[in-house]
Each structure stands twice: as C-alpha cells, then as structure tokens.
C-alpha cells in the first residue's frame, strides 16, 4: 500500500444530513482512530442527535456531543463495562452515510484513489459531493 499522503490509507469522515447529502468531509490518516476527527465533524453544527458506529464509541466523545446539545446514537463497544442504551429505531437512519459512501464509489478517480496528496483527494472528494448535491 504505503500510500500515507492522501492515497491508499487515507479514512474519509462524512457528516450528511437528513436526506444523505454530505454536509463535512474530514480525511484523516488510515492509523488514525476514527473518533478522533468526530469534533471537526461536529464544529459548528447543532443537530437533534448524532449517529456513528461502533467506532466512534468514546466516553469524551458521548461527552462532547450531549455538550451540543444532541442525543449520541452510538451502540456501545463489547469491552465496555458500562452498559448503555441506544434508540436503534433512530439508529438505523445511520444508512445514510453508509448510502452516501456507496454513492462515491461510482466516482472511478475517488474510489481507486489516484490522488497522491490528500488536498488533491479532498479537492476531488468535495467536488464529487458537490454533484450528488445536484443529482
């Protein structure tokens, strides 16, 4: 692989909103952890309730999003200890993004990744996004 500079191991972070459409892209490192780039997701924005995978599952994290004022829609990890409840009725709105990311894999140049800086493959992915904004 060995493409760390916006190739081959770059993770993409998506905020959509109600109807799927990308409203903030983050690009972090592929060895990054994935709720490290949840507060730049989050910056700026005051929504009702945030959804996010097993991944996402931090207790700062819960933290940061209840200190917004939204409701964190995050099942718990196994090795939690501390069990806690998730709305799953509104977790399945999560399909959204995973719809999202399956809408940008029919871009060729995005999904095979032949951007070698990451503010070129950020450049491309904010206009890809731009044209399911307009599809």
Known sequence: MGKSRGGLSTKIHAAVDALGNPVRL??????????????????????????????????????????????????????????????????????????FFQKIKKFRRLSTRYERLARNYQSLLCLVSAVIWLA
């Open 26 to 99: 983050v690009l972090t490192p592929g060895q990054a952890s994935e709720y490290g780039a949840a507060p730049a997701l989050l910056d700026g924005f005051s929504p009702q309730a945030v959804l996010g995978d097993k991944g996402y599952d931090s207790t700062a994290l819960r933290d940061l999003i209840q200190a917004v004022g939204a409701e964190p829609v995050i099942p718990p990890k196994k090795n939690r200890l501390a069990h806690i409840e998730v709305d799953w009725h509104c977790y399945q709105d999560r399909n959204l993004v995973e719809r």
